[in-house]
């Protein structure tokens, strides 16, 4: 959670970068309250919130997580047996 101490906060607020996971969530949440106080508060902008965050992760974890880990089952080898992670060829893992 994006609870840090207050002497830290107008750092933070000014610090183009993060420098930890704490620093980068606190960053995330002021720029949706901005947005929030921007954009007044309603469903509709906790919706465009919520939106924004969840694409963000899912294109971070398409785009980054996916090609690392992939990389790392190439190094180290898959812990999952094959039965379970390649479709047979009606597209069920099933048969």
Known sequence: ????????????RTMATPTCAGDL??????????????NGLSYHTINDVLGALEGAKLEFY??????YENSKIQENGDVYPV?????????????
């Open 83 to 95: 039965e379970f992670t390649e479709k047979k060829s009606n597209g069920s893992l099933d048969g």
């Open 1 to 12: 959670m994006p609870y840090v101490k207050k002497n830290q906060r107008d750092k933070l």
């Open 25 to 38: 969530n606190f960053k995330f949440t002021t720029q949706a309250i901005v947005y929030l106080e921007n």
């Open 62 to 67: 398409r785009r980054v997580a996916i090609p």
